[in-house]
T-cell receptor, first 111, second 115 residues
Framework: SQQGEEDPQALSIQEGENATMNCSYK?????LQWYRQNSGRGLVHLIL?????REKHSGRLRVTLDTSKKSSSLLITASRAADTASYFC???????????FGKGTTLSVSS | GAVVSQHPSRVICKSGTSVKIECRSL??????MFWYRQFPKKSLMLMAT?????????EQGVEKDKFLINHASLTLSTLTVTSAHPEDSSFYIC???????????FGSGTRLTVV
């Protein structure tokens, strides 16, 4: 498998707290993407970080990438109840065509 | 932006019947589409890559005779679950390669329940 584990598998926090999710992968990459999935719905693209980038911000999202450790993290600051969802990291498969997803982190934010 | 429409969103069928799921790119042409399967509280598993005008490429372990994929036009790919069984019950999601900034856009998924 190209994709490794994401941790934690589940995370429960209070509104206003920060949430950090981690992702590991096994192959070399050009970029890594993070997606969000509300329960029973499709995926929404959050952010893409290229292999030559170490950190990227988008609103309350901060993504880091450590290619030496083959890992990435997604930080959501000042979380809101509406952030409750599953979050997945994804990389391109070896054929260079499709996205391969990590196992995901289910985030629950309570108000 | 690029939009992918997936239909139906939910379907219940009897064992032994076949079900067709459609994935349409609404405002762009998608030469390549992808089909994923997702079990409850699990990640998305790539089933196959669908190429317009040619045969789909299936991932290892996915039965091509069970999951028929047709990509007859640049805006439509279909997944037909043939002779469905309860173990085929799952959430199926399609995706299209947009060639744009992020590369991929996803349908809203189809919840298949086989009874």
């Amino acid at each position: 498998s190209q994709q490794g584990e994401e941790d934690p598998q589940a995370l429960s926090i209070q509104e206003g707290e920060n949430a950090t999710m981690n992702c590991s992968y096994k192959t070399s990459i050009n970029n890594l993407q993070w997606y969000r999935q509300n329960s029973g719905r499709g995926l929404v693209h959050l952010i893409l970080i290229r292999s030559n980038e170490r950190e990227k911000h988008s609103g309350r999202l901060r993504v880091t990438l450590d290619t030496s450790k083959k890992s990435s993290s997604l930080l959501i600051t000042a979380s809101r109840a509406a952030d409750t969802a599953s979050y997945f990291c994804a990389i391109i498969n070896q054929a260079g065509t499709a996205l391969i997803f990590g196992k995901g982190t289910t985030l629950s934010v309570s108000s | 932006g690029a939009v992918v429409s997936q239909h139906p969103s939910r379907v219940i069928c009897k064992s032994g019947t076949s079900v067709k799921i459609e994935c349409r790119s609404l405002d762009f042409q998608a030469t390549t589409m992808f089909w994923y399967r997702q079990f409850p509280k699990k990640s998305l598993m790539l089933m196959a890559t669908s190429n317009e005008g040619s045969k789909a490429t299936y991932e290892q372990g996915v039965e091509k005779d069970k999951f028929l994929i047709n990509h007859a036009s640049l805006t439509l790919s279909t997944l037909t679950v043939t002779s469905a069984h309860p173990e085929d019950s799952s959430f199926y999601i399609c995706s299209a390669s947009t060639g744009g900034r992020y590369g991929y856009t996803f349908g809203s998924g189809t919840r298949l329940t086989v009874v």
